[in-house]
Every structure is written in C-alpha cells, then in structure tokens.
C-alpha cells in the first residue's frame, strides 16, 4: 500500500509502472493536468489498478474546472489523512 504523489506527466509512465491495486496515485501540482477529460494521460490513469485523486487547490491554482475533471478531488486534509493512512508515499517528479 502505497501513496504516489504525481507532481508531473513526465513521471506518468514510470508511476503507473510501479502501481498496485492497494495503491492511490494523487494528483498535485502540473500532474492535475493528467486528470483532463479525454487526455492521453486520462485514459492511462484509468487502465491503472490504483485509485486516482486530485488534489483540489492545486487543480484551482492552474485554472482547471474541478467539477468536470476525470477524477475525485480531494482537499488539504483529505490529503493529510491519505498520508496517514498509507505506511508509505513514493512521490514522482
């Protein structure tokens, strides 16, 4: 169980790569990007086994429509309980 945290769509390949069906990926800062309807990123998020967040303010902060992204956001503190909740984080940049 595993916590990534995907900062970018650079990364996206190598992430997906070393997700499990017990593992969240969490979108944040220009990885919020990936949670755009129709992408190349979207359709790969979703082939993945993992759950798929967005980080709310980070998708606000780059003028991204919350409500019609691909995935759940998540605020701050929803955050926080995620890394309490997973033993680990892999964070990819």
């Not at 790969?44 to 992204?69: H, I, P, T």
Request: aromatic letters at 8%.
């Amino acid at each position: 169980m595993i916590l990534h945290t995907l900062a970018n769509s650079t990364s996206l390949d190598a992430c997906l790569c070393a997700v499990d069906k017990d593992d969240t990926i969490l979108l944040l800062g220009d990885g919020v990007y990936c949670a755009l309807p129709a992408s190349e990123a979207e359709q790969m998020l979703r082939g993945s086994a993992a759950k798929v967040l967005v980080l709310n303010s980070d998708a606000l902060a780059a003028g991204l429509d919350v409500e019609g992204l691909a995935f759940p956001t998540t605020d701050m503190a929803g955050f926080v309980a995620l890394s309490e909740y997973y033993p680990r984080q892999l964070a990819w940049y």
